[in-house]
């Protein structure tokens, strides 16, 4: 079946340290997003790609990195540089250039400790 | 700047009472409009779209969403809810450009009452 894996479903950091979040689609979709979400906040854009080896900085990319070496994959990593990672991280994909509607993994939530 | 509101934080319903959850948009053309559901700790699923045509769709699980240009609204509606509607809905646009961003409402939390 094709779908979006994101893994782990929790994930516990010490301060200080990276972390990295994967995401793993086969839907054949250029597009991914990587969304952060906080209560009452809805969904806040951190990065996307729309093609491989090229992403692009969404509205809270600061303390965050990116790659996309692969058309199926992703990944996040959280940097010890954001202040308060501990939040619940939402991988999404779409067709490129369509206004289509996107799909998404099942989360991943993060919590600082 | 484009942006979607979703003006209730929170809707109480009963068991078997209609529903309404409203969603409007500031977009100067008509944008590809969505509405996804999401269960606690799972990610977002897809209820409903409206790209084009008839401005009454109808999605999964027996929701339907009005269209409505005059009033940049895109409201989803339920008949009867169950007490398995209960949930957080968003309520999405995607701009009609080269890279049909999506933007989000900040949601609604659905309680059913027994």
């Known amino acids: 079946d094709g779908g979006i894996t994101q893994s782990p479903k929790y994930l516990f950091r010490k301060e200080g340290q990276n972390v990295t979040l994967s995401c793993e689609q086969n839907?054949?979709?250029?597009?991914m997003y990587w969304y952060r979400q906080d209560p009452g906040q809805g969904l806040r854009l951190i990065y996307y790609?729309?093609?491989?080896?090229?992403?692009q900085k969404g509205d809270i990319a600061e303390g965050y990195s990116v790659s996309r070496e692969k058309k199926e994959s992703f990944p996040l990593t959280v940097t010890s540089a954001q202040k308060n990672p501990t939040a619940f991280y939402l991988c999404a994909s779409k067709v490129k250039g369509q206004g289509t509607e996107a799909f998404f993994g099942q989360g991943t939530r993060l919590t600082v400790v | 700047a484009q942006s979607v509101t979703q003006p209730d934080i929170h809707i109480t319903v009963s068991e078997g009472a209609s529903l309404e959850l409203r969603c409007n948009y500031s977009y100067g053309a008509t944008p590809y409009l969505f509405w996804y559901v999401q269960s606690p700790g799972q990610g977002l699923q897809l209820l409903l779209k409206?790209?084009?045509?008839d401005t009454l769709v109808q999605g999964i699980k027996g929701f339907e969403a009005e269209f409505k240009r005059s009033q940049s609204s895109f409201n989803l509606r339920k008949p009867s809810v169950h007490w398995s509607d209960a949930a957080e809905y968003f309520c999405?646009?995607?701009?009609?450009?080269?890279?049909?961003?999506?933007?989000w409402g900040a949601g609604t939390k659905l309680i059913i009452k027994p």
């Open positions: 790609s729309q093609i491989v080896n090229d992403f």
């Open positions: 999405a646009v995607a701009k009609r450009d080269s890279n049909y961003q999506l933007i």
């Open positions: 409206y790209f084009s045509g």
């Open positions: 839907l054949n979709h250029d597009a």
